[in-house]
């Protein structure tokens, strides 16, 4: 089966095209794929394929074989890979994903793909729809008692669940222990994303994730948005910010009239491959 790794800011998964390969069963694919040493190592499975309501249709699949809704990095790579390896001329996609049909505009020079923009959709703030097993409209500072310490954790869905904590600094959170957890807790039907997010100022967020299914990744897209909905609903940023992930930076744009959030950033190539192992 031949494949091709790539990653957006780090965030790294193994695609596969399934216009011409024939994947039977993706979620123990992505185990075996995404370890280290013994596979090829990534963060997860992804899946380009075709869709009745889109251009192309993705399904992620994280690192632990669990699937996901949603990948904002990924949407970014299927984008280029798309682009770039002649499945289509447009530099305007839909893409149907798990988590609805997200919209892509692609930067194009010299026919290569330099950035990708994703529209992300309306942010979902009620609980129900995260999901979060809390009453009301909205989950803001919501503490949780994970650890011994007491977390204010502000809930944002973007297709995907997060849990979004600010701190005075990332790099000084046990990520492993605390986002492993959350991720897990109670409250999270479907589990959840953990955000730890600095705001350095109103324009730049500096982030650290917990991934659900993948643990510590250097960039999540749904992540970088959630976090500056987040910071906009306690008015610690503008609607238009910078994310600072370990990978790299995304800008975030979360629009007032239409209230959609759009991600912008860059996709690469790693290498092509072909996995032998039935």
Known sequence: MKFTKMHGLGNDYV????????????????????????GVGADGLVLIGPSAEADFAMRMFNADGSEGE???????CIGKYVYERGL???????????????????????????????????????????????????????????????????CVGMGNPHAVIFVDDPQSIDVHGIGARIESDPLFPNRTNVEFVRVVRRDLLEM???????GETLACGTGAAASLVAAVMHGAADRRAVVRLAGGELLIDWDAHSNRVHQSGPAAFVFDGVWLEA
């Not at 596969?16 to 040493?37: C, G, I, K, Q, Y």
């Not at 949603?70 to 970014?76: D, E």
């Not at 923009?117 to 909205?138: S, Y």
């Not at 650290?208 to 993948?214: H, K, L, T, Y």
Request: charged letters at 25%; one cysteine or more.
């Open 15 to 38: 695609y596969v095209d399934t216009f011409t390969e024939t994947v039977a069963n993706p979620r123990a694919l992505a185990v075996a794929m995404s370890r280290p040493h013994h």
């Open 70 to 76: 949603m990948c904002g990095n990924a949407a970014r």
């Open 88 to 154: 289509t001329r447009k530099t305007r996609l839909t893409l149907a994903t798990r988590g609805g049909t997200k919209a892509l505009e692609l930067q194009v020079r010299g026919g290569r793909v330099e950035r990708v923009t994703v529209d992300m959709g309306e942010p979902t703030l009620a609980p129900a729809g995260i999901p979060v097993d809390l009453p009301g409209d909205v989950v803001q500072d919501h503490p949780l008692v994970v650890m011994g310490r007491t977390w204010a954790i502000t």
């Open 208 to 214: 650290r994730v917990w991934e659900r299914g993948s």
